[in-house]
C-alpha cells in the first residue's frame, strides 16, 4: 500500500541520456502501465524504482519515504522479470521462500507462508519441481508467488508476458488484473505493447526517448492523444497520420483520423483504390491507395463486398478527427 | 529521513584473497627478479654488478647452448604437435572404427606424471637393453644411442614430448573440427573438391583458432619445459640438452641465485619475443577471415 | 560405417597400441617382475608376479616415505584445489559482472600468469621472508598463485552464460553481495567447477618442479619428488621403480575413467578464447 512519486529523474549512461527528467506520481493502489518503444527507457525506468539502476538525477518516493539510493530490499518492493529469473538449481519451494530464508525467518513459517502463497497461485503439485521442469505459465506463476510472499508495498512487472504464446498472455492478463484486484498493491508494469496497457492499465505512461509523452486512462489517451506520437502508439490499427499537403489544407502540422473513423461509400472526400482487405471476421481492414494521400487504412464491418482494385470514396467520421 | 547509500553487488573485496596470493608470490618475485638479475646474490646480500649476469650467459658456451636448445625444443615440439594433432584429430572425427576408444588412448599420456614418463622412456631408450634397439634390431637395424649420443638427446626428449603431448592438441583440434558447419564439406562436395582439397580448402582455415590455441599453448610449455628434460638427461651428456629451465635449476644449485635469476629474465624476454608478436600475428589474421 | 572406416580404424588401432598402450604394458610387467628379470629392461611376459611383494617393498622403502609422500600430495592438491575454486570464482565473478577499468588490471594479470614463467629464487626469497620456504602451506599458496589465471579464466566465461537477472532477483529478495555468490551462483558453477576440480588436481598431483624448488626436504616430499629420487635409489631394482611408476599412474587414471568428460571440457576450455 504505497504511492510512488518520481521528481526529476534522469539517468544517463556515458554521454547518453536514456531518461531525461521524469516527474509522475503513482497513486496507492494504482495500475499503472509503462508502455513504449523499445529504447524509450521504460525499462530503465523500472529498474531506476527497483534500485537496480542508480538515477543519476532526481529523487524517488516510495510510501512516503525518500529511497533514492537504499537498496533494491530495503524499498518495499517486489518485482517479476522478463526471463523470470527463477534460480534454476532451487525447487519451486525453494524459490519462493528464497527471500523469507535470507531474512532468517523459522523454517516451520517459511513453509506455511509458501504453501498458502502456492494454494492461491495453484502450484501446490509443483513445489518440489525445479524451474526446467515447468512450462512457461507456471514458471511465470513462480515468479509472481516469489513476489507475492515479499508482501511489498509495489509490485514491478517487466515485461513479464513476452515470453509467453498469444493464447496464454491473455488468460495471464486476466490472472494478473484479478491479483491486483484481489491484493489492491500498488503495480508498475512495463510492455511494448498497447494491448496489455489498454487491457490492465488504470493509469498509461506512454514514454518516447526518455520523456513522458502523456499520462492518463486507456480512454483519454485513446479518446484525446495529446501528441502524433501517442495518437500513432495507441490503438489499433494505427491511426492515419498525415503531415503536408492535407494537413496543411486542414490547418495543422499533422492531421490523424483513426481507421475506425473512417468511412467508406460512393461519396466522401478522398477517391481511393482498394490495394488489399483483411478479413478478421467481425472486422475487416481496408488498405486504400489514396490520390494526393497516399495509403490509408479504413476499418470496417466484416461482411463488406470490397476487393482489391475496387474505387471507393473515403471520408472521415466528423468529430473524430486530430489535428496537431 | 536516513538515506541509506548503495553499494555495488559486486564488491572489489571478492577479489582480494586471489589479489594478495597472486601478489606476493607471483608479481612481487617477477618483478625482483629485474633487480636481482643484476646482482652478485646469495639470498641474504646482494650486490650490483650492472649486466655482468646477462654478460656471462652470452659469453659462456654451455649458457648459450642452453639458450639455443630452449628454442630448438619449443619449436620442434609445437611444429610437431601442431601437425600431429590436427592429423589425428581428422582422422579421430572420420567415423573410424574403434573411434572412442582411440582418443582414449591417444589423450591418456596427458594426464601422466611427466616423470613417470620420463623414466619409463629412459629406460625404454636405454642404448642396448632398451625396446626400442631391440625393436630396431629385430629388423636389422642398429639404433642410436638415443639418450647417449650427445647430437641427438634433444631430439629424443622432443620425441618423447610429443607422445605425451600431442593427445592435448588432438583433443582442442577434435573441439575447433566440431565447429565447422558440415554445410562447408557439403557445399565443397557439390563443388567437386576431393578429399585431399577439402582438408586444405575448409578444415585448415576454418580449424585456424584451434591452431593458435594449439601452437600458442605448446610454445610456452615448450620454452619453459623443464621437467621432462630433467627425469630423462638432466641436461647431458654434457650440456647437450641443456635448456633454459635446466640452467636456471643448475645455477640455483649451484648457489648462483644472480645468474639464475637472470636466466629467468632471458626466458621471460625470449617467451614475449617470440608469443606476444605472434598473438599480434594471429588476431590481425583472424580479422582478414 | 564403410569398409575404408572400417579397415582404417583396425590399423589405426594397432599402431595406436603399439606407441601408446606398449609403453604402459612395459610399466606393468616390469612393477610384478622380480629384481633379475626386471633388470634386462625387456617386454617380456613375467615369469613370476610380485605384485603384492613389490608392493610392500616400494611403500616400505626409507620408512615408509611413498605413504608419506603420497599424504602430503594429497594436502597440497585438496588445499590448493579449494582455494583455487573459492579464489577463482570469485575474481571471475566480479571480473564477469563489473565493468571497470580495474578490469584491464585483472585481465593483464590473468594474461602475465598464463605467459609468464615464474622468477624462482626471487620466490624463494619472498617465501623466506614469509616463513613460507619449505612448508606445505607455502607450496599450496604457491599451487593457488600459479593455477588461479587459468581458473578465473574459465569461471570468467562460464558465469557470462548466467544471466544477471538471477544476481538482480536475489539482490530483490534481500541477499547480501556474499550471499547472491554463494547461495545463486556458486551452486550454477557446478559443471565447470567440477571440470576445474578433475583438471586442477591431475596439475598439481603430477607436478614436480615447483616442490623440487619450494619444498625441499625429507619430512616434505611429495609423490613425484619421491619417485624422482627412488630413480637413483632403485637403479638395480626395476621392478620396485616401476611399481612406483605403476602406484602414481593409477590416481589419474582413475580420476580419467569417472570424470572423462569433465577432463575433456576442461582441456579444450583453452580454446574458447578469452
Same mark, same amino acid.
Given at each position: 500500500?504505497?504511492?510512488?512519486?518520481?521528481?526529476?529523474?534522469?539517468?544517463?549512461?556515458?554521454?547518453?541520456?536514456?531518461?531525461?527528467?521524469?516527474?509522475?506520481?503513482?497513486?496507492?493502489?494504482?495500475?499503472?502501465?509503462?508502455?513504449?518503444?523499445?529504447?524509450? +527507457?521504460?525499462?530503465?525506468?523500472?529498474?531506476?524504482?527497483?534500485?537496480?539502476?542508480?538515477?543519476?538525477?532526481?529523487?524517488?518516493?516510495?510510501?512516503?519515504?525518500?529511497?533514492?539510493?537504499?537498496?533494491?530490499?530495503?524499498?518495499?518492493?517486489? *518485482?517479476?522479470?522478463?526471463?523470470?529469473?527463477?534460480?534454476?538449481?532451487?525447487?519451486?519451494?525453494?524459490?519462493?521462500?528464497?527471500?523469507?530464508?535470507?531474512?532468517?525467518?523459522?523454517?516451520?513459517?517459511?513453509?506455511?507462508?509458501?504453501?498458502?502463497?502456492?494454494?492461491?497461485?495453484?502450484?501446490?503439485?509443483?513445489?518440489?519441481?525445479?524451474?526446467?521442469?515447468?512450462?512457461?505459465?507456471?514458471?511465470?506463476?513462480?515468479?509472481?508467488?516469489?513476489?507475492?510472499?515479499?508482501?511489498?508495498?509495489?509490485?514491478?512487472?517487466?515485461?513479464?508476458?513476452?515470453?509467453?504464446?498469444?493464447?496464454?498472455?491473455?488468460? *495471464?492478463?486476466?490472472?494478473?488484473?484479478?491479483?491486483?484486484?484481489?491484493?489492491?498493491?500498488?503495480?508498475?508494469?512495463?510492455?511494448?505493447?498497447?494491448?496489455?496497457?489498454?487491457?490492465?492499465?488504470?493509469?498509461?505512461?506512454?514514454?518516447?526517448?526518455?520523456?513522458?509523452?502523456?499520462?492518463?486512462?486507456?480512454?483519454?489517451?485513446?479518446?484525446?492523444?495529446?501528441?502524433?506520437?501517442?495518437?500513432?502508439?495507441?490503438?489499433?490499427?494505427?491511426?492515419?497520420?498525415?503531415?503536408?499537403?492535407?494537413?496543411?489544407?486542414?490547418?495543422?502540422?499533422?492531421?490523424?483520423?483513426?481507421?475506425?473513423?473512417?468511412?467508406?461509400?460512393?461519396?466522401?472526400?478522398?477517391?481511393?483504390?482498394?490495394?488489399?482487405?483483411?478479413?478478421?471476421?467481425?472486422?475487416?481492414?481496408?488498405?486504400?491507395?489514396?490520390?494526393?494521400?497516399?495509403?490509408?487504412?479504413?476499418?470496417?464491418?466484416?461482411?463488406?463486398?470490397?476487393?482489391?482494385?475496387?474505387?471507393?470514396?473515403?471520408?472521415?467520421?466528423?468529430?473524430?478527427?486530430?489535428?496537431? | 529521513?536516513?538515506?541509506?547509500?548503495?553499494?555495488?553487488?559486486?564488491?572489489?573485496?571478492?577479489?582480494?584473497?586471489?589479489?594478495?596470493?597472486?601478489?606476493?608470490?607471483?608479481?612481487?618475485?617477477?618483478?625482483?627478479?629485474?633487480?636481482?638479475?643484476?646482482?652478485?646474490?646469495?639470498?641474504?646480500?646482494?650486490?650490483?654488478?650492472?649486466?655482468?649476469?646477462?654478460?656471462?650467459?652470452?659469453?659462456?658456451?654451455?649458457?648459450?647452448?642452453?639458450?639455443?636448445?630452449?628454442?630448438?625444443?619449443?619449436?620442434?615440439?609445437? @611444429?610437431?604437435?601442431?601437425?600431429?594433432?590436427?592429423?589425428?584429430?581428422?582422422?579421430?572425427?572420420?567415423?573410424?572404427?574403434?573411434?572412442?576408444?582411440?582418443?582414449?588412448?591417444?589423450?591418456?599420456?596427458?594426464?601422466?606424471?611427466?616423470?613417470?614418463?620420463?623414466?619409463?622412456?629412459?629406460?625404454?631408450?636405454?642404448?642396448?637393453?632398451?625396446?626400442?634397439?631391440?625393436?630396431?634390431?629385430?629388423?636389422?637395424?642398429?639404433?642410436?644411442?638415443?639418450?647417449?649420443?650427445?647430437?641427438?638427446?634433444?631430439?629424443?626428449?622432443?620425441?618423447?614430448?610429443?607422445?605425451?603431448?600431442?593427445?592435448?592438441?588432438?583433443?582442442?583440434?577434435?573441439?575447433?573440427?566440431?565447429?565447422?558447419?558440415?554445410?562447408?564439406?557439403?557445399?565443397?562436395?557439390?563443388?567437386?573438391?576431393?578429399?585431399?582439397?577439402?582438408?586444405?580448402?575448409?578444415?585448415?582455415?576454418?580449424?585456424?583458432?584451434?591452431?593458435?590455441?594449439?601452437?600458442?599453448?605448446?610454445?610456452?610449455?615448450?620454452?619453459?619445459?623443464?621437467?621432462?628434460?630433467?627425469?630423462?638427461?638432466? +641436461?647431458?651428456?654434457?650440456?647437450?640438452?641443456?635448456?633454459?629451465?635446466?640452467?636456471?635449476?643448475?645455477?640455483?644449485?649451484?648457489?648462483?641465485?644472480?645468474?639464475?635469476?637472470?636466466?629467468?629474465?632471458?626466458?621471460?624476454?625470449?617467451?614475449?619475443?617470440?608469443?606476444?608478436?605472434?598473438?599480434?600475428?594471429?588476431?590481425?589474421?583472424?580479422?582478414?577471415? | 560405417?564403410?569398409?575404408?572406416?572400417?579397415?582404417?580404424?583396425?590399423? @589405426?588401432?594397432?599402431?595406436?597400441?603399439?606407441?601408446?598402450?606398449?609403453?604402459?604394458?612395459?610399466?606393468?610387467?616390469?612393477?610384478?617382475?622380480?629384481?633379475?628379470?626386471?633388470?634386462?629392461?625387456?617386454?617380456?611376459?613375467?615369469?613370476?608376479?610380485?605384485?603384492?611383494?613389490?608392493?610392500?617393498?616400494?611403500?616400505?622403502?626409507?620408512?615408509?616415505?611413498?605413504?608419506?609422500?603420497?599424504?602430503?600430495?594429497?594436502?597440497?592438491?585438496?588445499?590448493?584445489?579449494?582455494?583455487?575454486?573459492?579464489?577463482? @570464482? *570469485?575474481?571471475?565473478?566480479?571480473?564477469?559482472?563489473?565493468?571497470?577499468?580495474?578490469?584491464?588490471?585483472?585481465?593483464?594479470?590473468?594474461?602475465?600468469?598464463?605467459?609468464?614463467?615464474?622468477?624462482?629464487?626471487?620466490?624463494?626469497?619472498?617465501?623466506?621472508?614469509?616463513?613460507?620456504?619449505?612448508?606445505?602451506?607455502? *607450496?599450496?599458496?604457491?599451487?593457488?598463485?600459479?593455477?588461479?589465471?587459468?581458473?578465473?579464466?574459465?569461471?570468467?566465461?562460464?558465469?557470462?552464460?548466467?544471466?544477471?537477472?538471477?544476481?538482480?532477483?536475489?539482490?530483490?529478495?534481500?541477499?547480501?553481495?556474499?550471499?547472491?555468490?554463494?547461495?545463486?551462483?556458486?551452486?550454477?558453477?557446478?559443471?565447470?567447477?567440477?571440470?576445474?576440480?578433475?583438471?586442477?588436481?591431475?596439475?598439481?598431483?603430477?607436478?614436480?618442479?615447483?616442490?623440487?624448488?619450494?619444498?625441499?626436504?625429507?619430512?616434505?616430499?611429495?609423490?613425484?619428488?619421491?619417485?624422482?629420487?627412488?630413480?637413483?635409489?632403485?637403479?638395480?631394482?626395476?621392478?620396485?621403480?616401476?611399481?612406483?611408476?605403476?602406484?602414481?599412474?593409477?590416481?589419474?587414471?582413475?580420476?580419467?575413467?569417472?570424470?572423462?568428460?569433465?577432463?575433456?571440457?576442461?582441456?579444450?576450455?583453452?580454446?574458447?578464447?578469452?
Amino acid at each position: 500500500m504505497a504511492e510512488v512519486v518520481l521528481t526529476g529523474i534522469r539517468k544517463s549512461f556515458g554521454a547518453v541520456d536514456v531518461i531525461k527528467g521524469i516527474d509522475l506520481t503513482i497513486k496507492d493502489g494504482e495500475f499503472c502501465v509503462f508502455v513504449g518503444p523499445s529504447g524509450c +527507457g521504460k525499462s530503465t525506468l523500472l529498474r531506476i524504482i527497483a534500485g537496480l539502476e542508480v538515477a543519476t538525477g532526481g529523487t524517488l518516493h516510495i510510501d512516503g519515504k525518500e529511497v533514492s539510493k537504499a537498496e533494491p530490499s530495503e524499498r518495499g518492493i517486489a *518485482m517479476v522479470f522478463q526471463s523470470y529469473a527463477l534460480y534454476p538449481h532451487l525447487t519451486v519451494r525453494q524459490n519462493i521462500g528464497f527471500g523469507l530464508s535470507l531474512a532468517k525467518m523459522p523454517k516451520d513459517e517459511i513453509a506455511r507462508i509458501v504453501e498458502a502463497t502456492a494454494a492461491t497461485l495453484q502450484l501446490e503439485k509443483l513445489l518440489d519441481r525445479k524451474p526446467k521442469e515447468l512450462s512457461g505459465g507456471q514458471r511465470q506463476r513462480v515468479a509472481i508467488g516469489r513476489a507475492i510472499v515479499r508482501n511489498p508495498k509495489v509490485f514491478l512487472f517487466d515485461e513479464p508476458l513476452s515470453n509467453l504464446d498469444a493464447s496464454l498472455r491473455s488468460q *495471464m492478463r486476466i490472472e494478473i488484473t484479478e491479483l491486483h484486484a484481489k491484493l489492491a498493491t500498488t503495480m508498475i508494469y512495463v510492455t511494448h505493447d498497447q494491448v496489455e496497457a489498454m487491457t490492465m492499465a488504470d493509469k498509461i505512461v506512454v514514454l518516447n526517448g526518455g520523456t513522458i509523452e502523456q499520462v492518463g486512462s486507456p480512454m483519454e489517451l485513446y479518446n484525446a492523444p495529446a501528441t502524433p506520437f501517442v495518437a500513432g502508439f495507441i490503438g489499433g490499427p494505427k491511426m492515419n497520420l498525415f503531415e503536408g499537403k492535407l494537413a496543411e489544407e486542414m490547418r495543422c502540422r499533422t492531421y490523424g483520423i483513426r481507421p475506425e473513423h473512417v468511412l467508406l461509400g460512393a461519396e466522401g472526400r478522398w477517391q481511393g483504390r482498394v490495394k488489399h482487405v483483411e478479413h478478421l471476421g467481425a472486422d475487416a481492414i481496408v488498405h486504400l491507395d489514396v490520390a494526393g494521400l497516399g495509403a490509408l487504412i479504413a476499418r470496417i464491418s466484416g461482411d463488406t463486398g470490397l476487393r482489391p482494385g475496387d474505387d471507393v470514396r473515403a471520408s472521415p467520421q466528423p468529430g473524430k478527427e486530430f489535428r496537431y | 529521513m536516513r538515506c541509506p547509500v548503495q553499494r555495488s553487488p559486486y564488491p572489489y573485496w571478492f577479489v582480494l584473497p586471489a589479489a594478495v596470493v597472486f601478489v606476493t608470490l607471483f608479481l612481487v618475485p617477477t618483478v625482483a627478479s629485474l633487480w636481482f638479475s643484476l646482482t652478485r646474490w646469495d639470498l641474504y646480500t646482494a650486490s650490483y654488478i650492472g649486466l655482468d649476469n646477462f654478460r656471462q650467459f652470452f659469453s659462456e658456451q654451455n649458457l648459450t647452448l642452453g639458450l639455443m636448445n630452449t628454442v630448438i625444443y619449443a619449436v620442434l615440439t609445437s @611444429a610437431t604437435k601442431t601437425v600431429f594433432g590436427l592429423l589425428l584429430a581428422v582422422l579421430l572425427t572420420s567415423g573410424i572404427w574403434g573411434q572412442s576408444f582411440l582418443r582414449t588412448v591417444v589423450f591418456f599420456p596427458v594426464l601422466v606424471s611427466t616423470i613417470g614418463v620420463g623414466i619409463t622412456f629412459t629406460v625404454l631408450m636405454h642404448p642396448t637393453k632398451g625396446l626400442f634397439n631391440v625393436g630396431l634390431a629385430a629388423i636389422g637395424l642398429h639404433g642410436p644411442g638415443w639418450l647417449t649420443d650427445a647430437s641427438l638427446a634433444l631430439y629424443s626428449v622432443a620425441l618423447v614430448d610429443l607422445w605425451k603431448g600431442v593427445g592435448l592438441a588432438t583433443l582442442i583440434y577434435i573441439a575447433g573440427l566440431a565447429a565447422i558447419s558440415p554445410d562447408y564439406y557439403e557445399a565443397a562436395r557439390i563443388d567437386g573438391a576431393t578429399r585431399v582439397q577439402q582438408f586444405w580448402r575448409v578444415t585448415v582455415p576454418l580449424v585456424q583458432p584451434a591452431t593458435v590455441t594449439v601452437i600458442t599453448l605448446s610454445l610456452i610449455g615448450g620454452l619453459r619445459s623443464f621437467d621432462l628434460i630433467w627425469a630423462m638427461t638432466k +641436461g647431458g651428456p654434457g650440456f647437450s640438452s641443456d635448456v633454459l629451465a635446466s640452467v636456471i635449476y643448475k645455477q640455483y644449485q649451484a648457489g648462483f641465485y644472480g645468474l639464475s635469476t637472470a636466466g629467468n629474465v632471458i626466458l621471460f624476454v625470449l617467451i614475449a619475443t617470440i608469443i606476444l608478436p605472434l598473438t599480434w600475428w594471429f588476431n590481425r589474421k583472424e580479422v582478414d577471415l | 560405417m564403410t569398409r575404408r572406416q572400417y579397415w582404417t580404424g583396425i590399423i @589405426a588401432t594397432v599402431v595406436a597400441l603399439v606407441i601408446f598402450v606398449v609403453p604402459f604394458v612395459f610399466i606393468a610387467f616390469t612393477a610384478v617382475k622380480d629384481k633379475a628379470q626386471a633388470s634386462h629392461l625387456d617386454f617380456t611376459w613375467p615369469l613370476q608376479f610380485l605384485f603384492w611383494q613389490n608392493l610392500v617393498d616400494v611403500v616400505t622403502t626409507r620408512n615408509y616415505m611413498l605413504l608419506l609422500a603420497y599424504f602430503n600430495s594429497s594436502i597440497i592438491t585438496v588445499g590448493a584445489v579449494a582455494m583455487l575454486i573459492l579464489f577463482g @570464482a *570469485m575474481v571471475g565473478y566480479v571480473l564477469q559482472r563489473r565493468q571497470s577499468r580495474w578490469n584491464q588490471v585483472i585481465f593483464g594479470c590473468v594474461l602475465a600468469g598464463l605467459i609468464i614463467p615464474p622468477a624462482v629464487v626471487p620466490t624463494i626469497w619472498v617465501m623466506q621472508g614469509l616463513g613460507l620456504f619449505k612448508t606445505i602451506w607455502g *607450496m599450496v599458496l604457491i599451487q593457488v598463485a600459479y593455477g588461479l589465471a587459468f581458473s578465473v579464466l574459465l569461471y570468467r566465461s562460464f558465469i557470462a552464460t548466467i544471466p544477471r537477472d538471477l544476481d538482480e532477483a536475489a539482490r530483490i529478495d534481500g541477499a547480501k553481495p556474499l550471499q547472491i555468490f554463494l547461495r545463486v551462483i556458486l551452486p550454477l558453477l557446478k559443471p565447470v567447477t567440477v571440470t576445474l576440480i578433475v583438471v586442477q588436481s591431475i596439475a598439481i598431483f603430477n607436478d614436480f618442479t615447483n616442490p623440487l624448488y619450494y619444498l625441499p626436504g625429507k619430512e616434505n616430499v611429495t609423490v613425484q619428488l619421491t619417485l624422482f629420487n627412488f630413480q637413483s635409489q632403485f637403479s638395480t631394482q626395476f621392478n620396485l621403480l616401476f611399481m612406483n611408476i605403476l602406484l602414481v599412474t593409477i590416481p589419474p587414471l582413475i580420476v580419467f575413467i569417472f570424470f572423462n568428460r569433465q577432463i575433456v571440457a576442461g582441456m579444450t576450455a583453452g580454446a574458447v578464447k578469452g
